[in-house]
């Protein structure tokens, strides 16, 4: 919501395969994806000519990344902590990973047959009226918190540019609706939102704001839909 929603493509990282390889497996994969990370690299790899092998059994992981099967082989794409959870030995990456976030990057693992195969380094851009608006939310007395389920990195180097200070990272879509209730023990609580993983917040929120631009579950959770931008 901060962010354009635009994220691109900035670095391909190959382990044991080329960067186009490695490009044509998270593509084939996030295919069936309707996150703006996923849609991103399909878009870079179709912008790259390159052609998506057919996937089966596409599999989303709400908050995490996604699973499907090329071939005879198991595929994995998601946050480095999903792939982690699932066996996937990331330790030889860790600096490379940290070096990229703390750029306010957002990192996507890609591991085949539970063995790692590279990294994908996405980013976005601040909204040129960011900082204005929380400016002027903070004059009018009205606290503002980032809740995302980004990386820690990513998520203070966008909320400092912003002028929040409050930021919580890595939050699953069921644990945003639980920060939204927390705070409504003391306050009235607006939640903004465009993605899937905001629905849950935007529900449980005094007023949900969505844009139409954003998912459609997000719009349909929402009490004020702002179609202008």
Known sequence: ????????????????????????????????????????????????????????????????????????????VGSPRFL????????????????????GLTVIAVARDGAPVGLLALGDALRPDAQ??????????????????????AARHFAKAAGIEDVHARVLPAEKANMVRKIQESSRVTMVGDGINDAPALMQADVGIAFGSGADIAIESADVIILNQ
Do not use: C, W, Y
């Open 1 to 76: 919501t901060l962010t354009e929603g635009r994220p691109a493509l900035r670095q391909i990282v190959g382990m044991t395969v080329s960067e186009e390889e490695l490009l044509t497996l998270a593509a084939s994969v996030e295919a069936g994806s309707e996150h703006p990370i996923g849609r991103a690299v399909v878009e870079e790899a179709f912008e790259r000519g390159i052609t998506l092998p057919e996937v089966q059994g596409f599999q989303a992981v709400t908050g995490h990344g996604v699973k499907a099967r090329l071939g005879e082989a198991n595929m994995m």
């Open 84 to 103: 982690s959870s699932d066996g996937v030995d990331l330790s030889g990456q860790e600096g490379r990973i940290s070096e990229l976030e703390a750029q």
């Open 132 to 153: 204005e608006t929380v400016s002027r939310l903070h004059a009018l007395g009205i606290r503002t918190s980032l809740i995302t389920g980004d990386n820690e990195q």
